[in-house]
């Protein structure tokens, strides 16, 4: 339990000066309510007309797909550098995980994925 003492000594700290960060604004800040407060705005413009509508869902097809495939390219750097510690398994094995890669991007573009009508 010593070997802890420190870490729960942080966990505490932090948290009542979290606890803190949050509170005192609501205790000590002023109260002054009015229209323009309560508007809507975005990135500190304020909003001229309302949304136009729906986002198509191939847009967050093709994000989540961006984001899968660029995630797992990530991982080929560390192979390269590397590289010629890990040897033959390791050439092997990000030979195979780059078949998959390319497998997942062909089934991918077969099944329509990336088109953007």
Do not use: H
């Not at 870490?7 to 205790?27: D, K, R």
């Not at 986002?55 to 080929?76: A, P, T, W």
């Not at 078949?99 to 991007?105: E, K, R, S, W, Y």
Request: glycine letters at 10%.
């Amino acid at each position: 339990m010593t070997d802890l003492t420190g870490f729960l000594w942080l966990a505490l700290f932090a948290s009542v000066i979290a606890g803190a960060m949050i509170v005192t604004p609501s205790l000590l800040g002023p109260k002054r309510p009015n229209a323009a407060k309560a508007e809507p705005f975005e990135c500190g413009v304020t909003p001229i007309t309302l949304p136009q509508g729906r986002f198509n869902v191939k847009f967050y097809i093709l994000g989540m797909l961006f984001i899968l495939f660029d995630v797992e390219l990530v991982f080929l750097f560390p192979w390269a550098v590397l590289l010629r510690e890990l040897g033959w398994g390791g050439l092997i094995s990000m030979g195979l995980f780059l078949l998959v890669i390319v497998a997942g991007f062909i089934y991918v573009w077969r099944a329509g994925a990336l088109e953007w009508e």
